[in-house]
C-alpha cells in the first residue's frame, strides 16, 4: 500500500497556463513533508520542507503548501523550463525517522 | 558546497558479475543514505549510515547488496553476483544532523544496467 500518492501522474501544460501537483500522505505523526525535482538521467533536486499544516514555502514560480493529508505545489504561470518530475516525500516520526519515503512522482511538460 | 559526488555514472555489467558504486557526500554532513530508483517510480530506501555506523537495511537490500562507510567519509555500494532485476539508479543522499531541516541532498546517480 503506497503511504505517498502523487497526482496526476502526468501534466501537460501550455506556458503560462497555471497549475497544482497533489501529494497526499498517510501517517500518524509527519517530521517532515519534501518536495524534490528530478530532470531525466539525474538525482533529485531539493525544493521545499514543510512540517506543520497551514506552512507555505515559496521559490520562483513554485509555492508548495501543506495541510494534515495532503500537500500542493502549485505552479504559477509556468515556463518550458520547468518541465521535470516532481517527487514528494514524507519523513516520519518515530523509530525510522530519517529515511524518505516517496511517492512516484508527477511528470510535468510545459509547451511553449 | 561541491555537492554529492557518485562513481561512475554508468555501469553495464552481465549477470553474476560483481560491481561496486561510490559515493562522496557533502563535506561535514555525517548522515549519509543510498536509495534505488527504477524507472516510473520514486526512490527508495536502501540503506543509511550516521558517520561510520549503518543503522538500517531496508529488506530491499538482500544478501547480495553489502554497503560501507570507513571513516565516516565516503561510502561505496557493493553488488554481489548481479541480476537482471538489479538494474536501476543508485542514488546517494547526504545530510548534517543536528540541524534545523536534516536534508537530504542527492547526488547524480549511478545508472547500472545488468544483461
Known amino acids: 500500500e503506497d503511504q505517498v500518492t502523487q497526482s496526476p501522474e502526468a501534466l501537460r501544460l501550455q506556458e503560462g497556463e497555471s497549475s497544482s501537483l497533489n501529494c497526499s500522505y498517510t501517517?500518524?505523526?509527519?517530521?517532515?513533508l519534501f518536495w524534490y525535482r528530478q530532470d531525466p538521467g539525474k538525482g533529485p533536486e531539493f525544493l521545499f520542507t514543510?512540517?506543520?499544516a497551514g506552512e507555505e514555502k515559496e521559490k520562483e514560480r513554485l509555492k508548495a503548501t501543506l495541510t494534515k493529508k495532503e500537500s500542493f505545489l502549485h505552479i504559477t504561470a509556468p515556463k518550458p523550463e520547468d518541465s521535470a518530475t516532481y517527487l514528494c516525500?514524507?519523513?516520519?516520526?518515530?523509530?525510522?525517522?530519517?529515511?524518505?519515503?516517496f511517492g512516484k512522482g508527477t511528470l510535468l511538460t510545459v509547451n511553449p | 558546497d561541491t555537492g554529492v559526488s557518485q562513481d561512475p555514472r554508468h555501469k553495464i555489467t552481465k549477470r553474476g558479475q560483481n560491481v561496486t558504486f561510490r559515493c562522496d557526500p557533502i563535506?561535514?554532513?555525517?548522515?549519509l543514505y543510498w536509495y534505488r530508483q527504477t524507472l516510473g517510480q520514486g526512490p527508495e530506501f536502501l540503506t543509511y549510515?550516521?558517520?561510520?555506523?549503518?543503522?538500517?537495511k531496508s529488506r530491499l537490500l538482500s544478501d547480495r547488496f553489502s554497503a560501507e562507510r570507513p571513516k565516516g567519509s565516503f561510502s561505496t555500494l557493493e553488488i554481489q553476483r548481479t541480476e537482471q532485476g538489479d538494474s536501476a539508479m543508485y542514488l546517494c543522499?547526504?545530510?548534517?544532523?543536528?540541524?534545523?531541516?536534516?536534508?537530504?541532498?542527492f547526488g547524480p546517480g549511478t545508472r547500472l544496467t545488468v544483461l
Open positions: 543522499a547526504s545530510s548534517r544532523t543536528p540541524g534545523t531541516t536534516d536534508t537530504q541532498y
Open positions: 501517517v500518524s505523526g509527519l517530521r517532515g
Open positions: 514543510l512540517y506543520s
Open positions: 516525500a514524507k519523513r516520519d516520526s518515530g523509530g525510522s525517522n530519517y529515511k524518505l519515503t
Open positions: 563535506s561535514e554532513h555525517n548522515r
Open positions: 549510515f550516521q558517520n561510520e555506523a549503518q543503522l538500517e
